[in-house]
């Protein structure tokens, strides 16, 4: 009888650490899927621990040196584009995360386009994060348009991963979300691709597919080659630019 008794609490034992291990893994499952590659609908939830970041940026497909100007040249819509993305010595704090400001211009024909600030961090893991922007759209050297505008922690906004650590083939995530403004995607497509941009010649290149719900039937190949960032930018469905990187100047400049 003893022996009936105490099998049948062991089996009940076992039965309930087994449930606990499924629930363990399932939450870890859905932990990670918020964090980096939920489905578009899906609930997206990241957690922020301001401890968990940083002060640099030297992600190798996505460094972020202060001082740093990447140059690119391509076409568009409209004309011949020109696009200087300059690496401030400013930072802004957001949601408690010291974040690196970089100043983005495109001039379409010469004529200024747009103008962006765009934050980003990086955590202890190697992960840059994206935590907002503060876009105006120029015509006639006129402010239009703010759209796009967003920031982590303002109505609902959440940060969202521009590059990973670790990119593996297959990979999606969210870049930013701010539901109806800001809702960027990408997936990983390959990890050694050779480039030859204006710039020079690259191997063991990332290539993305980088799309957004808000625009259906648009999409863009981005390749980002290592110690330089993205280096090429095509519009494969929806459009036919092509960015692509001509300079990088890495002299500092005065902030104003």
């Known amino acids: 009888m003893n022996t009936k008794i105490t099998d049948h609490n062991s089996k009940i034992i076992e039965i309930a650490l087994l449930a606990v291990t ?8 859905i932990g990670c899927s918020n964090s980096f590659s939920p489905a578009e609908g899906e609930t997206y939830n990241p957690t922020i621990n301001p401890s968990d970041f940083v002060a640099k940026i030297d992600n190798k497909y996505f460094p972020l040196t202060p001082g740093t100007t990447f140059i690119y040249r391509g076409k ?48 202890k893991d190697g992960n840059v994060w994206y935590f907002g922007e503060d876009s105006k759209g120029y015509e006639k050297g006129v402010v239009v348009s703010t759209k796009g505008s967003w920031e982590a922690g303002v109505d609902g906004a959440k940060p969202g991963i521009i590059m990973l650590a ?40 990332l290539k993305t597919k980088d799309w957004t719900p808000l625009e259906s039937g648009v999409v863009e190949n981005k390749y980002f080659c ?8 095509v519009t494969v469905k929806g459009g036919s ?16």
């Not at 499924?22 to 499952?29: E, K, L, R, S």
């Not at 630019?241 to 104003?256: K, N, V, Y």
Request: proline share 3%; net charge negative; hydrophobic share 35%.
């Open 226 to 233: 290592p110690g330089i960032g993205e280096v090429l930018s």
């Open 76 to 123: 568009a819509e409209g004309g011949t584009e020109r696009n200087e993305v300059y690496v401030t010595h400013k930072t802004k704090k957001i949601i408690g995360v010291t974040c690196i400001e970089v100043e983005d211009k495109v001039w379409v024909n010469d004529k200024l386009s747009e103008m962006t600030l765009d934050w980003y961090a990086q955590d």
């Open 22 to 29: 499924i629930a363990f893994v399932a939450a870890f499952i």
């Open 241 to 256: 630019e092509r960015t692509e990187l001509t300079e990088i100047r890495t002299e500092s400049r005065r902030d104003e």
């Open 166 to 205: 670790n990119p593996e083939v297959g990979k999606s995530y969210r870049q930013e979300y701010y539901k109806g403004e800001a809702e960027d995607m990408a997936e990983v497509l390959s990890l050694n691709e050779s480039v030859i941009v204006p710039y020079g010649p690259f191997d063991n290149c």
